[in-house]
């Protein structure tokens, strides 16, 4: 499918709706959106009010975002080969780790939806990269995680299934031993993309079968 | 006139007497078997065939009967020993000894079966074949004899001995015939109830292997798809919102238990 899908990229670009199976919701109330806006009709929120909220500069993103160093070079080392493994299925995504200490008020999804976009895009290399990235965000004081994805590569994930990974790791999360959770994190991110990719295809698939047909019947009449 | 109609009456009783010996309107059967309505056997052999054919129905169910008749019927001989078989109840082996009193053609035997027993073809042909040769030596038998009385007793003596051994033979030929049948029958059955048993397994097998199949392929489709190599999302128009310009943030949080303790302080 890869070449397949390549050649399509260059040639169709799909409406992001078309995949999407998780809803949109506001990083502020939370509310689910049925259409994307500039703000939230509820509460008004946009990305200006993270600005507010968070009066610092954004850490630049990378694949760990550790300031405490919670991973040690080995566990950088035994996370990059996972990552290089999964990147031979899925050359597209990037999967990054930010390991921090917030408050107990602050909204992590909040927080990573102001990391994601408030972070520094120094050249056109993270231009390209930012949209397709999944940023796994933990809280390590307050013991919470989040992930938030890029618009790119949003329309092929299922929120739920990031829930379920989260929580059937819940032991290593508990326990702090983030390198394993980490691991097993990037295992389950390689199904989910495959559910991904399967949903796309199938998509595609249905597509193309849906426009000749419309082709044939213009053709006859 | 007395004496005259008495005469008449003497000299016609025994024509009147006479019952009519003939298909179709034979007289009830004896209890005895034997019909000898003018009393030709002396008492004496009446006793003896009697008895002879009363062990033979005993112990080897034949029935054997004798006829003895004034004048030779109408009917065929054959014919008429087996409508008196038959009429009179005889069963699957029969003997009949018929005699016209002063006829030097007579007595004559007569043996038959029923038609069919069940048996093999060759078995039956068998049988019949020597039921004939049985007859053929009573009747040879018999003839030795002199005397008519004499040959009709040891007709019927042999008659009821040949018949009854016969009849033993016909026995053991059922008996060996229904435990070959029988097994016949198991074999029979036991090869429907293995058709049936195919039949079921069939039914539970094909289905079931369907699905193991159904299943493999199912799975090998999966591990095809979990072993993709260079898979390249299409290309989408972002579903850009609250001015955000690479992502519009996720819903996804999981809690995994606070380092905050009840007092504030911070463990591990």
């Not at chain 1, 994601?116 to 933990?138: F, K």
């Given at each position: 499918?890869?070449?397949?899908?390549?050649?399509?990229?260059?040639?169709?670009?799909?409406?992001?709706?078309?995949?999407?199976?998780?809803?949109?919701?506001?990083?502020?109330?939370?509310?689910?959106?049925?259409?994307?806006?500039?703000?939230?009709?509820?509460c008004g929120y946009s990305g200006s009010h993270t600005v507010a909220r968070f009066p610092y500069e954004a850490p630049a993103m990378g694949r760990f975002?550790?300031?405490?160093?919670?991973?040690?070079?080995?566990?950088?080392?035994?996370?990059?080969?996972?990552?290089?493994?999964?990147?031979?299925?899925?050359?597209?995504?990037?999967?990054?780790?930010?390991?921090?200490?917030?408050?107990?008020?602050?909204?992590?999804?909040?927080?990573g939806f102001w990391m994601m976009n408030a972070s520094p895009v120094p050249d056109q290399n993270e231009a390209e990269w930012r949209p397709w990235t999944?940023?796994?965000?933990?809280?390590?004081?307050?013991?919470?995680?989040?992930?938030?994805?890029?618009?790119?590569?949003?329309?092929?994930?299922?929120?739920?299934?990031?829930?379920?990974?989260?929580?059937?790791?819940?032991?290593?999360?508990?326990?702090?031993?983030?390198?394993?959770?980490?691991?097993?994190?990037?295992?389950?991110?390689?199904?989910?993309?495959?559910?991904?990719?399967?949903?796309?295809?199938?998509?595609?698939?249905?597509?193309?079968?849906?426009?000749?047909?419309?082709?044939?019947?213009?053709?006859?009449? | 006139?007395?004496?005259?109609?008495?005469?008449?009456?003497?000299?016609?009783?025994?024509?009147?007497?006479?019952?009519?010996?003939?298909?179709?309107?034979?007289?009830?059967?004896?209890?005895?078997?034997?019909?000898?309505?003018?009393?030709?056997?002396?008492?004496?052999?009446?006793?003896?065939?009697?008895?002879?054919?009363?062990?033979?129905?005993?112990?080897?169910?034949?029935?054997?009967?004798?006829?003895?008749?004034?004048?030779?019927?109408?009917?065929?001989?054959?014919?008429?020993?087996?409508?008196?078989?038959?009429?009179?109840?005889?069963?699957?082996?029969?003997?009949?000894?018929?005699?016209?009193?002063?006829?030097?053609?007579?007595?004559?035997?007569?043996?038959?079966?029923?038609?069919?027993?069940?048996?093999?073809?060759?078995?039956?042909?068998?049988?019949?074949?020597?039921?004939?040769?049985?007859?053929?030596?009573?009747?040879?038998?018999?003839?030795?004899?002199?005397?008519?009385?004499?040959?009709?007793?040891?007709?019927?003596?042999?008659?009821?001995?040949?018949?009854?051994?016969?009849?033993?033979?016909?026995?053991?030929?059922?008996?060996?015939?229904?435990?070959?049948?029988?097994?016949?029958?198991?074999?029979?059955?036991?090869?429907?109830?293995?058709?049936?048993?195919?039949?079921?397994?069939?039914?539970?097998?094909?289905?079931?292997?369907?699905?193991?199949?159904?299943?493999?392929?199912?799975?090998?489709?999966?591990?095809?798809?979990?072993?993709?190599?260079?898979?390249?999302?299409?290309?989408?128009?972002?579903?850009?919102?609250?001015?955000?310009?690479?992502?519009?943030?996720?819903?996804?949080?999981?809690?995994?238990?606070?380092?905050?303790?009840?007092?504030?302080?911070?463990?591990?």
């Amino acid at each position: 499918m890869g070449k397949d899908v390549t050649d399509s990229r260059k040639r169709k670009v799909y409406r992001a709706k078309s995949f999407a199976v998780s809803a949109m919701a506001c990083p502020g109330c939370h509310v689910t959106l049925t259409e994307a806006a500039t703000e939230c009709a509820r509460c008004g929120y946009s990305g200006s009010h993270t600005v507010a909220r968070f009066p610092y500069e954004a850490p630049a993103m990378g694949r760990f975002i550790d300031p405490q160093g919670h991973f040690s070079e080995d566990d950088r080392m035994r996370i990059g080969k996972s990552l290089a493994e999964l990147a031979k299925k899925f050359p597209q995504p990037r999967i990054c780790f930010s390991v921090v200490d917030l408050d107990e008020e602050t909204d992590l999804r909040e927080f990573g939806f102001w990391m994601m976009n408030a972070s520094p895009v120094p050249d056109q290399n993270e231009a390209e990269w930012r949209p397709w990235t999944i940023l796994l965000v933990i809280d390590d004081i307050n013991g919470r995680a989040s992930v938030t994805p890029g618009y790119a590569i949003e329309p092929f994930l299922d929120d739920e299934a990031w829930a379920d990974l989260i929580r059937k790791e819940q032991m290593h999360f508990f326990g702090r031993d983030y390198v394993n959770a980490a691991l097993n994190f990037i295992q389950g991110a390689g199904m989910i993309l495959n559910q991904g990719a399967s949903r796309a295809e199938r998509k595609i698939r249905g597509n193309r079968a849906v426009g000749s047909r419309k082709q044939r019947k213009e053709k006859r009449s | 006139m007395r004496l005259l109609i008495l005469f008449f009456v003497s000299f016609l009783s025994p024509l009147v007497g006479r019952e009519s010996f003939e298909l179709g309107n034979l007289p009830p059967a004896p209890n005895s078997g034997v019909y000898d309505p003018e009393q030709w056997l002396t008492a004496q052999a009446r006793v003896e065939i009697e008895e002879s054919m009363a062990r033979a129905k005993l112990n080897w169910k034949t029935q054997v009967f004798l006829v003895v008749l004034p004048e030779r019927p109408e009917a065929d001989g054959d014919v008429l020993a087996r409508a008196i078989a038959e009429g009179w109840g005889a069963g699957r082996l029969w003997g009949v000894a018929i005699h016209v009193v002063g006829d030097p053609e007579f007595p004559a035997f007569y043996a038959g079966r029923k038609d069919s027993f069940g048996w093999p073809e060759s078995k039956e042909n068998e049988f019949t074949a020597d039921l004939n040769e049985a007859l053929a030596d009573v009747t040879g038998r018999a003839m030795r004899e002199g005397d008519h009385r004499l040959q009709v007793q040891t007709g019927i003596h042999e008659l009821s001995g040949e018949l009854g051994y016969l009849g033993i033979m016909m026995s053991r030929i059922d008996r060996l015939h229904d435990k070959a049948r029988g097994e016949g029958v198991k074999v029979y059955r036991k090869k429907q109830s293995n058709a049936r048993f195919i039949k079921r397994l069939l039914l539970v097998l094909v289905p079931l292997a369907l699905l193991v199949v159904g299943i493999v392929i199912s799975r090998i489709r999966k591990k095809r798809k979990e072993t993709r190599v260079d898979f390249y999302f299409p290309e989408t128009s972002p579903r850009r919102r609250f001015r955000a310009p690479w992502s519009g943030g996720g819903d996804v949080i999981v809690k995994f238990g606070s380092r905050i303790q009840k007092d504030g302080s911070r463990k591990g």
